[in-house]
T-cell receptor, first 112, second 113 residues
């Protein structure tokens, strides 16, 4: 069956450190993968998109890698801040379909 | 990035009544919009894909007669929850594609009493 799993439900990290979140998928052939941030009671906010032919994408303190052989994406937040505390969702855009399927989410807590 | 709005942000209704939620793409046109539902501490579940000018495509297990979707224009899609029951209480979120990227509305909290 098709699955998208994010490494842990919750991740606590000290302020200033790099947070690394993992997204693993099985039985999908994604055209691209997207990362979102979601705060409680709010809709997801788009952060980054990485295509299947791209290895890495950066935006300010964010970095995403995409390994289609391992079927894995890593999402890094460098110099993490308490304001980065939120739930982060990965989402796959499946080839041939115009819809996005979400992972389970990781709740990140950055401790001052 | 592109902006998607949703209205209302919160609604409380009595069991048996219908509720309409609007989703608008504010600065781009969207031929396709999506409706998601999210239960507490769970991820987003796709309910249906809304296509401008044609019928919506519903995911397996979603009752099309209960969740009516209308995509009247390139910037507006509506979701109507008909004959709402307490188990329909949830967080409903719409989204729209702007080329490859998908943007989400702020969500609507529906409570059915």
């Amino acid at each position: 069956s098709q699955k998208i799993e994010q490494n842990s439900e919750a991740l606590n990290i000290q302020e200033g450190k790099t947070a690394t979140l993992t997204c693993n998928y099985t039985n999908y052939s994604p055209a691209y993968l997207q990362w979102y941030r979601q705060d409680p009671g709010r809709g997801p906010v788009f952060l980054l998109l990485i295509r299947e032919n791209e290895k890495e994408k950066r935006k300010e303190r964010l970095k995403v890698t995409f390994d289609t052989t391992l079927k894995q994406s890593l999402f890094h937040i460098t110099a993490s801040q308490p304001a980065d505390s939120a739930t982060y969702l990965c989402a796959l855009d499946i080839k041939g379909y115009q819809k996005v399927t979400f992972g389970t989410g990781t709740k990140l807590q950055v401790i001052p | 990035g592109a902006v998607v709005s949703q209205h209302p942000s919160r609604v409380i209704c009595k069991s048996g009544t219908s509720v309409k939620i609007e989703c608008r793409s504010l600065d781009f046109q969207a031929t396709t919009m999506f409706w998601y539902r999210q239960f507490p501490k769970q991820s987003l579940m796709l309910m249906a894909t809304s296509n401008e000018g044609s019928k919506a495509t519903y995911e397996q297990g979603v009752e099309k007669d209960k969740f009516l979707i209308n995509h009247a224009s390139l910037t507006l899609s509506t979701l109507t929850v008909t004959s709402a029951h307490p188990e329909d209480s949830s967080f409903y979120i719409c989204s729209a594609r702007d080329f490859d990227e998908q943007y989400f509305g702020p969500g609507t909290r529906l409570t059915v009493t």
